[in-house]
């Protein structure tokens, strides 16, 4: 058994996911493409990165001591690349700029080591371009692509990655990592549908947008019941927006009499909000007003 290291401890349901890797990595059967995937906020970046980080390592076990661990603690391991939205879609000329940093040698003689945070993110253009690169890596390249959303990956993406499924935490094992008194527990439950993870809904905590909730709650209930939108969904950014809108699909999955009164217009808000939810997500310089007040004239 191999404990997780020092970056991970504190998240145990990561465990099982660590195990799987260094099984791989020891029978030799490591991929060069792997897509690491499961709920939003529950880990999985930073395990993308204790993984990278244990490629670079001499041991593989991130002793600290040797060359490459010094590197990475120094952060300028000239072998280790991200590649993350920006801001929110992952471009091609990225992958581009990637693509021929790699067509060199490794600066330290060993492996390269890539992580593709929200993969998912990549346009069409970008997926296209790393097809070749998953399809003929080079020696000693490993790509490590993350995703809370692998379904909306190309499959001929998909099929040149090996899966490492990363489970959610128990619900003991949510409340433990968030804190004492950080969080009511009879509403964990809800902020974990909304927000995925603890990780995650530690963020929303920290940010207010978890004060927000509510607020936006009451504002769908006022806005679907005058046809007219509610001040208090007025200025959202397009991640404030995508949240409202799931918070809107979850409360009307629940109880879709608390918003509407008959069962055509549920389902007719219902679908809209999930559909509107996933462009919000993956199409940025939406109007989400305008987008809002046509959802409830529905």
């Known amino acids: 058994m191999n404990p997780l290291p ?7 349901w990561l465990a099982r996911s660590w195990q799987l890797w260094h099984q791989s990595l020891a ?40 060359r490459g661990c010094q590197l990475l603690a120094a952060g300028n391991h000239p072998d280790r690349m991200v590649i993350s939205p920006d801001p929110r879609v992952i471009k091609v000329e990225q992958i581009r700029d990637l693509i021929q940093t790699l067509e060199g040698t490794a600066h330290q003689g060993g492996r390269r ?8 993110a990549m346009n069409g253009a970008a997926a296209n371009a790393l097809l070749k690169t998953l399809e003929e890596p080079g020696t000693g390249v490993h790509l490590l692509l993350v995703s809370d959303a692998p379904n909306r990956l190309p499959a ?6 090996q899966r490492l499924m990363v489970t959610s935490p128990s619900r003991g094992q949510s409340l433990a990592w968030l804190g004492e008194g950080r969080v009511d527990p009879a509403k964990l439950d809800g902020l974990l549908r909304l927000f995925g993870g603890p990780l995650k809904l530690a ?15 009451q504002g769908w209930q006022r806005s679907l019941s005058s046809g007219v939108l509610d001040p208090v969904l007025f200025g959202l950014d397009d991640a404030q927006a995508a949240q409202a809108l799931k918070l809107l699909y979850i409360d009307l999955v629940a109880d879709p009499h608390a918003y509407v009164t008959s069962l055509k217009r549920y389902q007719s808000v219902a ?25 409830i004239n529905r």
């Open 113 to 120: 080591v890539v992580v593709i945070q929200q993969a998912d």
């Open 271 to 295: 679908r809209a909000a999930a559909a509107l939810h996933h462009r919000f997500e993956t199409q940025p310089g939406l109007n989400p007003a305008a987008v809002f007040q046509q959802l």
């Open 27 to 66: 029978s030799g059967r490591l991929s060069h493409g792997w897509l690491i995937c499961g709920a939003r906020g529950i880990g999985k970046g930073a395990l993308a990165d204790t993984l990278a980080d244990s490629l670079l390592c001499e041991s593989a076990n991130l002793c600290g001591y040797c």
């Open 6 to 12: 020092a970056p991970l401890v504190e998240m145990p």
């Open 156 to 161: 001929t993406i998909i099929s040149r990655c």
């Open 203 to 217: 963020e929303a905590l920290a940010s207010g947008e978890v004060d927000a909730i509510e607020a936006w709650r």
